[in-house]
Every structure is written in C-alpha cells, then in structure tokens.
C-alpha cells in the first residue's frame, strides 16, 4: 500500500493529518491489517487534554486489544461518534477514517514521519 504523502506518521503506527491548529488522528493501514477486524474504538472525552506519545484511547479487534497513542498534544475537540456504530470503517478507509481531532499546542509535528521515512520503517 502506498500511505498518503498528506499525512504524518508515528513509530507506533497513527497517522496525523494538520489542518491549521487542528489535527486529525487515526490508525494506518499497516495498523489495521495487524490487527484484524476492528469490533470497538474507546475514545476520550472532548475537552480532553493529551500529550504526544501518551496512550489516548484503546481499539479493539478481534485479535487483541491496542492502546491508541497520541501523536501531538493538545485538546480533544471532536470524535468520530461513527466509529461506536461502525468500528469497521477503520478496516475499510484507515486513511481516511479518522478518531479524534486535537486542537494542537505547541510544536505539532516533531519527530513524525513522512509517508516515505514510514515506508522504510516498515519494510
């Protein structure tokens, strides 16, 4: 799979996408495929602060259950309410499909990856 140059990538396998000070966060592909079928996604509060590298919320699969890092600090000021009727989505559009957006504070994409540095991180 080819990951899309529009986004970031962490070590830990979310991706981030910046849109002014609000980021996008959700899982790649690669993520996905390890996983299996995604059956739930916890997810925080809005209102919610977090920082980069913290444990924001677990998804679960059939296979097992992950923490879901977060790749910026910040301000949950959105989620996905779709994902707790169609956790699925994550399977099916990981790079679209988005968990939480994080108004962000500070320096927002330090020390992530481009598509082309996780590429060869996975291989």
Do not use: C
């Not at 609000?22 to 602060?49: C, K, M, N, R, S």
């Not at 399977?91 to 108004?103: D, G, L, Y």
């Amino acid at each position: 799979m080819a990951y899309p140059t529009d986004l970031k990538y962490t070590k830990d396998h979310e991706w981030v996408r910046l849109t002014g000070d609000t980021a996008e966060v959700g899982i790649t592909d690669y993520a996905q495929q390890q996983l299996g079928d995604v059956v739930f996604v916890d997810l925080p509060a809005v209102g919610t602060g977090i920082s980069a590298g913290s444990p924001f919320g677990t998804i679960e699969s059939v296979k097992a259950v992950s923490e879901l890092f977060a790749p910026v600090s910040g301000e949950v000021v959105a989620i996905n309410e779709r994902l707790a009727q169609a956790p699925e989505d994550v399977n099916a559009r990981p790079h679209e499909t988005w968990m939480v957006r994080i108004r962000v504070a500070g320096a927002a994409l330090d020390g992530l990856l481009d598509s082309a540095q996780y590429e060869a991180l996975l291989s």
